[in-house]
């Protein structure tokens, strides 16, 4: 069993930054794809960022060059520093993570979500 835990959501005005966290716990063999998810109310969920199994990034064309993903492969953790903060920008963020349990057994995970609101 894994577990995705989020944090650092919260209000922030247009323009600002907030930086979330994604650690991951449980029983994890390894980590094949880790990143974040995000929704707006009556949008569909869309891909924010995520690191690929080739240990690259993919970022949304809507937030490259304002948000950036890294890791700490110790802790099992991702982090999004989000710069530059605007209004659409705002919305429930998910971490996702595809995680196998032992080899050959990949399980993909979710979290809870954290809310980030942004002000005009």
């Known amino acids: 069993q894994v577990q995705l835990v989020e944090s650092g959501g919260g209000l922030v005005q247009a323009g600002g930054s907030l930086k979330l966290s994604c650690a991951a716990s449980g029983s994890i063999f390894s980590i094949n794809t880790m990143g974040w998810y995000r929704q707006a109310p009556g949008k569909q969920r869309e891909l924010v960022a995520v690191f690929t199994k080739s240990g690259s990034t993919n970022y949304a064309d809507s937030v490259k060059g304002r948000f950036t993903l890294s890791r700490d492969n110790a802790k099992n953790t991702v982090y999004l520093q989000m710069n530059s903060l605007k209004p659409e920008d705002k919305g429930v963020y998910y971490c996702?993570?595809?995680?196998?349990?032992?080899?050959?057994?990949?399980?993909?995970?979710w979290g809870k979500g954290t809310l980030v609101t942004v002000s005009s």
């Open positions: 996702n993570a595809d995680i196998a349990v032992r080899l050959y057994y990949a399980v993909d995970y």
